[in-house]
Nanobody, 125 residues
Framework: QVQLVESGGGLVQAGGSLRLSCAAS????????MGWFRQAPGKEREFVAG????????YYTDFVKGRFAISRDNAKNTMYLQMNSLKPEDTAVYSC??????????????????WGQGTQVTVSS
């Protein structure tokens, strides 16, 4: 079973940057597609960014394109989300997740199997 632990969240002013990390242990990190999701208070969880196994393809939801960058270091079993030009509407709990077997890329939460506990990102105006 894969265990995921996020870190790097915090409070930042609008326009600032944060780098989130997702450390994986056990299981199939190296054979899984990975993704970042977020959930703001009173809102549904939404897809933020994904990265395929080979690290050759990354994809983002429209509202973070050009500002966020996802990456992974398979040797360290760690995935990252570099977040720049943060906006107050980026405030949410950010969670990482591993894709189910056979999933190459997806924006659907149901296609992800293991989840971290989340890390809070708060952007002040």
């Amino acid at each position: 079973q894969v265990q995921l632990v996020e870190s790097g969240g915090g409070l930042v002013q609008a326009g600032g940057s944060l780098r989130l990390s997702c450390a994986a242990s056990g299981g199939t990190f190296r054979t899984s597609t990975m993704g970042w999701f977020r959930q703001a208070p009173g809102k549904e969880r939404e897809f933020v960014a994904g990265i395929t196994l080979s690290d050759r393809y990354t994809y983002y939801t429209d509202f973070v394109k050009g500002r966020f960058a996802i990456s992974r270091d398979n040797a360290k079993n760690t995935m990252y989300l570099q977040m720049n030009s943060l906006k107050p509407e980026d405030t949410a709990v950010y969670s990482c997740a591993t894709g189910r077997r056979g999933v190459l890329q997806s924006v659907r939460a149901g296609d992800y199997e293991y989840w971290g506990q989340g890390t809070q990102v708060t952007v002040s105006s």
